[in-house]
């Protein structure tokens, strides 16, 4: 079977990517491993979702299932409890090999849009020492037992690391009845959103500990403790104040990367500080014809966002055409930990670009600079930014007269 | 003084409540809003689960249908967790009316039509000789 476009992954990014390619009447086929789609947002059941898109608070659940309302109303071909295990570039465009409960087969297809989220950092990623006795469970993991499976994984537990998906697992495991012990954070500052700062911990009481870090785990079979210390500047365990505090469950919640091992598999350019493909202004990556959107591309904050760009990369997924590409870096310069997209691909239209950023770290007062050939063109004043929190700027690069020999650069700095 | 977190959109604003009672740093009204409810009476929307009888769809997630007050939170997770759902609910169906009188009803978020491979599953891939 062949089809226009391959989704891969049926999260808010698939499904978002395959109604804009099916919009364009491309023939679509959408793949999932789990026997549900909706992604990592069937598990979570907790409101914040949608403000950018409905203008409304939705939660997870809700905020999918409208497109999967969607979708199915559509002539989408969907597979589900299907695994892709690997892609193969031919002269056609590529053959999509997967595993179901029929075997293994494969599907020819022009393009494919890479939706499979991220996953989240281990133990192993930390250097946690010690014993491994069951009970360390990364929030996400806590998060699929409480809310999808419907069991409490601990009784009471530390949570290491002030991520928002460990923000909101002290809540949820909270009112659930189980004892959250303290929020353990080994930078000085939270890596969290305010709000979640506010309405998961101040809510009940649950303590934040900037500056500490778990240094070891006790227990054979179930963790029975853990051993918390406070950590210097580089963030190396200051001697003498390690104190134990028996519990029975770590939930681990110190951050996401982008799953690429399809994108590995062909070799497609990966950006070093994303840690997801790097792509042009149409989310299409260093190789032709493979796109990426949501969570796969780059950590978004934002389910909203996660939507958007995806909308944008199904629709360009719908149009591949043979026409050779004219690439121009965005750098990132001081102030600026990543711009997505990196590359422009002055050959396609670049008058109506979204542009997404972080800053470096947390700044007050920022000027934003953006340079082509050392030339400020557009300035815009922040009061402050911080790192947890993405930044979406629209910009007409086509007045710029930016040609593949253009030096493009973006800044920040704090100005008085 | 005191200090809070607009948490009404994601902008998280840090406002102030002086002395004086005047709310300071709110980037717009609706923060303006929430602050003099945080300091009178805090609300919060509830969302949690409730168990449900069928394998495949252990428990099911619920949200009350508009903020309750803070310090209900306990009662309203007692109530939640005195439910046991024998049929399959669509997405916004009333799953508790009225709950501890407050005018607020908890509602499903989620379709349990939604369960195992209900989208067609096309048989089009040329198998591989595994
Ligand atoms: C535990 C967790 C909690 C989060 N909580 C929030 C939150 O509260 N608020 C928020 O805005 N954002 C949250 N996020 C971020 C959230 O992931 C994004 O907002 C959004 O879900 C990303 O959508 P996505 O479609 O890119 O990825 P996902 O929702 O992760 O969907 C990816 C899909 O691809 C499938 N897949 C992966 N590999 C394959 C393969 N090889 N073959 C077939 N299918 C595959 C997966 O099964 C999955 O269904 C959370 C992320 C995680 C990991
Ligand atoms: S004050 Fe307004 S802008 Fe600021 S967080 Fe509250 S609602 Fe958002």
Redesign the pocket.
């Known amino acids: 079977m062949n089809y226009d476009v391959t989704v ?9 990517a395959a109604i804009a390619a099916n919009k364009e009447n491309a023939s679509v086929l959408l ?4 026997a549900r ?8 059941i ?1 409101d ?2 949608g403000l950018v898109t409905f203008g409304e608070k939705l939660t ?1 659940p809700e905020y ?1 299932e409208r497109y999967i309302d969607e979708l199915l109303q559509t002539d989408v071909s969907v597979k589900l409890l ?4 690997r892609i193969e570039k031919n002269a056609d465009g590529f053959a999509i090999h ?1 595993v179901n409960r029929e075997g293994a087969a494969h599907v020819q297809t022009r393009a494919i849009v890479l ?6 950092r281990t133990a192993k990623q930390v250097f946690i020492h010690g014993t491994r006795p069951s009970g360390v469970f ?4 806590a ?2 037992y409480v809310n999808l499976m419907g069991e409490l994984p601990v009784k009471r537990c530390v949570i290491l690391g002030s991520g ?2 460990g923000l ?1 697992m002290a809540r949820r495991l909270t009112m659930e009845g189980a004892e959250v012990i303290g929020v353990y954070e080994a930078k000085p500052e939270p890596s969290g959103l305010p709000r979640n700062l506010y309405q998961c911990l101040d809510d009940f009481g649950i303590p934040l500990h900037l500056s500490h870090t778990v240094t070891r785990v006790f227990g054979d079979e179930r963790l029975t403790a853990v051993e918390i210390a406070q950590v210097d500047k580089n963030m190396r365990p200051i001697a003498n104040t390690e104190k134990i505090i028996e519990c029975d469950g770590l939930i681990l919640s110190v951050g ?1 990367i982008p ?1 690429n ?2 994108a590995e598999s062909i070799d497609v350019a990966i950006d070093r500080r994303t840690k997801g493909p790097i792509c042009d202004q149409k989310y299409m990556t260093m190789e032709k014809g493979v796109f990426c ?5 780059h ?6 966002y ?1 939507t958007l760009s ?1 909308v944008e990369a199904g629709r360009n997924s719908a149009y591949l055409t043979n026409k050779p590409r004219a690439l121009v870096h965005v750098v990132a310069e001081e102030g600026i930990l990543y711009t997505v997209p990196s590359v422009l691909d002055v050959n396609e239209p670049v008058s109506d670009v979204t542009l997404y950023f972080r800053a470096s770290r947390e700044l007050r007062n920022a000027m934003l600079t953006l340079r082509v050939d050392g030339r400020a063109v557009f300035q815009k004043k922040y009061s402050v930014l911080r790192p947890p929190e993405m930044e979406r700027l629209k910009l007409n690069f086509a007045q710029y007269g930016i040609t593949t020999d253009s030096e493009v650069s973006l800044s920040l700095k704090e100005v008085e | 003084m005191k200090e809070l977190v607009c948490i009404v959109c994601p902008n998280g604003c840090k406002i102030i409540i002086d002395d004086n009672g005047d709310i300071l740093n709110a980037k717009c009204n609706r923060g303006i809003v929430f602050a003099t409810e945080e300091a009178t009476s805090p609300k919060r929307t509830v969302c949690s689960t409730v168990a449900t009888t069928f394998s495949d769809f252990p428990v099911l997630p619920v949200r009350s249908s508009a903020e309750i007050n803070k310090i209900d939170i306990p009662a309203c997770m007692n109530a939640l967790n005195n439910v046991l759902l024998d049929r399959r609910v669509g997405r916004g169906e009333i799953i508790i009316k009225d709950v501890l009188g407050s005018g607020v009803d908890i509602i499903s978020t989620s379709s349990m039509q939604y369960t195992y491979c209900d989208v067609e599953t096309p048989d089009d891939g040329s198998k591989d000789n595994a």
């Open positions: 891969i992954g049926g999260g808010p990014a698939g499904l978002a793949v999932e491993r789990e789609l909706g992604g990592i947002l069937k598990q979570c907790h914040g979702f997870g999918c299907t695994f892709v295990t997967f939706a499979t989220g991220c996953r989240e990364t929030a996400g993991t998060q699929y928002d998906i909101i996401l799953e091992e399809l959107a949501g969570n796969a591309l950590v978004n904050d934002l389910v909203d996660v995806a």
